[in-house]
């Protein structure tokens, strides 16, 4: 058994680091002055990578009526934060893909793709940083992955204990392994050297007073998210469980029960409408 999080995620050689050109792209990211002919020339170095830009281009153009031929046009019409998260987007995919094929790893990226959406709704109606929302909604249970790829034996009963009994999924882990996904996520998040921002939200989104000052807003909306998630069914577990961290969210945010409840249709109307459009990543 893996004695720490950090343990799991670096002693056990076979988990990928980040792929080295989304490494590039998010040095650049956290750089001000980084320019877009600075993207430019990391991104044309991958075709993979090149591929996606041009994809999204397209049908984020789809309303233009005009084709996206060429990477410089593809990342003006994205903008460097929506280009940002889709490239991390990629690399939680592919780690995703990694994992068992089992009915839980499917929920859990349906989970991560529910909660992202959520977090990116949350955020525009509260003047937060959208692109950065949904990419913290994306990732924020990837410690689930990291452990489902590391020790499915015992993970993936623990799953599906907490999918049957609809118990809290970190209390099981503390108990079985003496740290939760919270921590395996954080270690990972360490490792690929995303921003602060998006390891605090990895880190604290069951408990999101905890999160550094500066990250708790962030952190306070992919809590919300992950809570509403659950309530739609896409997830594991009770959404009784993650009321704690929605009631922290609420005062951190300074939403009343009011301003939450009209706040969360108008988020869940979001999430019905864009549903499908997400699911080629
Ligand atoms: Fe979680
Ligand atoms: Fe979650």
Known sequence: ???TPHELVENLGDL???PQVTDRVLRLAAIPESTAEDFLRVIALDQALAGLTLRMANSAAFGLMRQVATLPQAIAILGLPTLKSAIIASSARNLQRRGAVSPQA???WEHALAVAMAS?????RLDSPAAEAFTAGLLHDLGKAVLGIKIPE???PLLRAVHEQEGACSDQELEAFGFDHTMVGEALAQRWHLPPGLGAAVRWHHEPRSAPADHRRLTAVVALANHLALELGAGLGAPAALEEASHQ???LLDLDP???ASLKAEVRQAVE???SSLESF
């Open 120 to 124: 990116r709704a949350f955020a525009e």
């Open 249 to 251: 969210a609420m005062e």
């Open 273 to 275: 409408r864009e549903g």
């Open 16 to 18: 990928p680091p980040l």
């Open 1 to 3: 058994m893996p004695i």
């Open 106 to 108: 499917r929920l859990l």
């Open 258 to 260: 009011g301003a939450l």
């Open 154 to 156: 015992h993970y993936t």
